[in-house]
């Protein structure tokens, strides 16, 4: 909290390997906050959004858009295919969502292009290939390709050239020559046409037209002005390009540690950060998943959790929640608070784990984590049972008392993680929510 304002910043961030539902705590903390601001990942991210009769899947779009009178910035640590971006701003407008003088965008954040759709395949398909375990298991968005040619340079096309022909010209010629030649290497067989991108490009950097501005200076106006500001993290913590299970992770700072340099505002702006962590573990993806459950069990979470990829409806891997990982994350992003979602899913099961430390191969153990794909993929989960707890559950406005079981479910994690519990969600609804003050 800034002295002598009130304002307080938050950050919200996923505290495993993604979906952890969000998109709904972002849209239930909306209404404290004046700016929703995204600053990292790409289309590669899916948040569903349920109000009322209506869900909605954004991409790119920050959440806070479906609020009429939150501003939204897409800051310049986004990779934006403006493709999908210009479809969102389409579908929600139809939906008569007004984007116009709410939406604006970083000209410093990078544009992902078609080449690097087709990169993103052909690593994929090359690393598949004869070596088993190497793919990555991408959305193949074009996210690594994109940031990879940001971290280049040369090739790079950010989204306030697409309003400088001569410097987009020149760059995405660059960048068709040099992806050409990957992707003909690479054995894939469609090639970037330069004339038709430039095309694109000049057309896109039209329809964005004054979206497009300096979200620097922008935010900080902002914060000036006593604005509240929300951060909106996408993808997760165990995703993040340095903390994660590396190299099995998206290719940006996807923790809390994004903020600043995927905003240009400095660290000390957030004033609270809350950690989103499910009531069990998912992964979408290759990676390491030391509490994987590969039984009934596992499919029962997935279908009861409707556990199948917003962005690429593929079935995501279920297991036991892992408080390693899940306190290491937490650690990370400085959280300070937590928000357990969908503990709905396990009511009903006779026994539930927890992991709280690993096995290591020489037979010691740890109650750290280990970010290392290689080394993690080695150990074995220790696990704390607990009983379960029955049944149907009935919540009217989810304010309910919790089962026994679920409240001491609930109490371990706390303290194992030594972050208080501030919001629990049962149920997709803004309504199936128990906020600090019921729980
Ligand atoms: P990429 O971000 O498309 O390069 O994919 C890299 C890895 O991150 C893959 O395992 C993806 O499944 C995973 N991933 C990326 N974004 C998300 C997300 O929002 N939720 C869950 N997994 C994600």
Known sequence: MRPGT?????????????????????????????????????????????????TYALHLMPSGILSPDI????????????????????????????????????????????????????????????????????????????????????PAIRVGDLRYPDVLEERVRIACDLHGEQLASLGWSERPDPEKLIA???????????????????????????????????????????????????????????IPAGTGLPAA???????????YSTRVGAGPFPTELDNAIGEQIRERGREY???????RRCGWLDLVAVRYAAMLCGTTSIACMLLDVLFGLDEVKICTAYRLPDGSTTDRFIPDAHRLSGVEPIYERLPGWDGELDFDGAREQ????????LDFIEKYLEVPIEVVSVGPERTQTLMASTI
């Not at 702006?269 to 009531?279: C, F, L, P, Q």
Request: charged share 25%; net charge negative; glycine share 14%.
């Open 6 to 54: 009130g304002t307080m910043n938050t950050a919200i961030t996923g505290l495993q390997w993604g979906d952890e539902g969000k998109g709904k705590i972002v849209d239930l903390m909306t209404s404290d906050h004046d700016v929703v601001v995204r600053y990292n990942g790409g289309a590669n991210a899916g948040h569903t959004v349920v109000v009322g009769e209506e």
């Open 71 to 154: 501003q939204c910035v897409i800051g310049n640590g986004v990779v934006i295919d403006p493709t999908k971006l210009l479809e969102e701003i389409d579908s929600l407008e139809s939906r008569g969502i007004n984007t116009n003088q709410r939406l604006f965008i970083s000209d410093r954040a990078h544009v992902v292009l078609d080449y690097h759709k087709m990169l993103d395949g052909a690593l994929e398909e090359f690393l598949a290939g004869g070596r088993s375990g190497a793919s990555i298991g991408t959305t193949r968005r074009g996210i690594g390709p994109a940031y990879a040619d940001k971290v280049l340079r040369a």
């Open 200 to 258: 694109t490009c000049r057309d896109w950097g039209a329809r964005l037209g004054d979206r497009i501005i300096d979200t620097t200076y922008f935010l900080h106006d902002a914060v000036k002005a006593g604005k509240r500001l929300l951060f909106e993290g996408a993808n997760a913590c165990l995703l993040d390009v340095d903390h994660g299970t590396y190299p099995f992770v998206t290719s940006s700072n996807c923790s809390a540690l994004g």
């Open 269 to 279: 702006t957030v004033d609270r950060v809350i950690g989103i962590m499910k009531a």
């Open 309 to 315: 990829g917003t962005t690429t409806g593929r079935p």
């Open 402 to 409: 919790l089962p026994d079981g679920a409240r001491r479910y």
